[in-house]
C-alpha cells in the first residue's frame, strides 16, 4: 500500500472514531433518575412499585402493603470518567394508613447540576384495584441555569386483574424554567405476569422538552423472582431523548429477615462506554 494512501486511510479511521466518541449518549442527568428495579427492567410505569415508583409512577407505590427504607447511589458512567453521581434514600409506608405516602431525598454531588432534589409522593385507592398517586418535587441545584423551584407529578395505577396492571403518569407538570432537570413529560405502561412469579412489561415515554421537539421512549423488560428470595431482571430501551439504545440487566437479593439489596445496570448498544449503574440497601419493616 503506497505510503500517501495508508497515512489517508489511517486518518479516515481515526476522524470516524472521533466521531462516535462525540457521539456518544450523553448523562440523562437529574431527569432521569430512577432507582436500580426501574433501571434493571427499563420498563416500570405499568407495575406495582415499591420506593422505585416514587420516581415512576407515584400511584403504583400503593398496590402493595409495605414500609420500606431504603438508601442508594447512581453513576453515570462515560469511560473512565463519572458524569453523574447520586446519593440518597427514601422511605414509603403503604401499611399504617389508607393513603400511602412516600419521600425521598437525593444528593447530586457530581455532574451537570449539582444539589439537592426532595420528591414527596401520596397514593390510594379511589376505587377496588384502582389508585391514583400525585408527587411534588422539590429541586435546588446549580449548574449552567441555576434553579430552585417545585414542580409536580401525577399518576394513575390500575391492577385489571391478578396478571394485569396498567399505568399512566405525567411529569414535571409545572414548568420550572430549566428543562434540562425538570422537562414536562408523560409515559404509559403494562405489566403481565406477576410480580411473585414471572412478569413482563412495557412502557412508553414522551419528553416534550430536551430535544425541542417530543421524543419518545419504548421499552420493554422481564422479571423473574428465583426461589422467593432472587429477583432477576433484564431489559431494552429505545431512547429518542438520548438518541441510543440501551440493554439493562438487574438482580436483588431479599433475606428472611426483610434486609435486601438491589443493584440495576444499563449500557448503550451504540457506545458501551455509556452506562449507568444503580444500588440500594433496603428494608422492609412490619412483614
Known amino acids: 500500500m503506497p ?23 450523553p448523562p440523562g442527568g437529574v431527569a432521569d433518575i430512577v432507582g436500580p428495579r426501574t433501571l434493571g427492567l427499563s420498563a416500570s410505569i405499568g407495575a ?14 400503593a398496590a402493595r402493603k409495605r414500609y420500606s427504607i431504603e438508601s ?13 453521581r ?4 427514601s422511605i414509603v409506608d403503604s401499611q399504617t394508613s389508607a393513603v400511602t405516602g412516600g419521600v425521598s431525598f437525593l444528593r447530586a454531588q457530581l455532574g451537570a447540576y ?14 377496588e384495584r384502582f389508585y391514583l398517586g400525585v408527587g411534588g418535587k422539590y429541586l435546588s441545584l446549580d449548574g449552567a441555569k441555576n434553579v430552585s423551584a417545585a414542580t409536580a407529578d401525577a399518576a394513575l395505577f390500575w391492577q385489571v386483574s391478578e396478571l394485569v396492571s396498567v399505568g399512566f403518569a ?25 410480580d411473585t412469579s414471572v412478569q413482563l412489561t412495557g412502557d412508553w415515554r414522551a419528553d416534550f422538552d430536551r430535544r425541542g421537539k417530543t421524543a419518545n421512549r419504548w421499552a420493554a423488560g422481564v422479571e423473574v423472582l428465583l426461589g422467593r428470595l432472587v429477583p432477576v431482571r433484564a431489559g431494552w430501551m429505545k431512547d429518542e431523548v438520548l438518541d441510543t439504545q440501551w440493554w439493562s440487566a438487574g438482580v436483588g437479593l431479599v433475606s428472611q429477615n426483610g434486609v435486601a439489596l438491589d443493584v440495576g445496570y444499563r449500557q448503550s448498544f451504540d457506545d458501551p462506554s455509556a452506562r449507568t449503574v444503580a444500588a440500594t440497601l433496603k428494608l422492609f419493616l412490619g412483614q
Do not use: Q, W
Open 3 to 25: 505510503t500517501r494512501t495508508f497515512v489517508a486511510l489511517a486518518l479516515s479511521l481515526a476522524l470516524a472514531g472521533a466521531a462516535r466518541a462525540a457521539d456518544a449518549p
Open 48 to 61: 406495582a412499585a415499591s420506593n422505585d415508583g416514587i420516581y415512576a409512577n407515584p400511584a403504583a407505590i
Open 72 to 84: 442508594g447511589v447512581v453513576l453515570d458512567r462515560r469511560g473512565a470518567v463519572t458524569a453523574d
Open 86 to 89: 447520586f446519593l440518597g434514600g
Open 114 to 127: 449539582t444539589g439537592n432534589v426532595v420528591h414527596l409522593a401520596f397514593a390510594g385507592p379511589v376505587a
Open 170 to 194: 405525567g411529569y414535571n407538570l409545572v414548568p420550572v424554567g430549566n428543562e434540562d432537570v425538570a422537562p414536562m413529560g408523560t409515559g404509559a405502561g403494562i405489566a403481565l405476569g406477576s
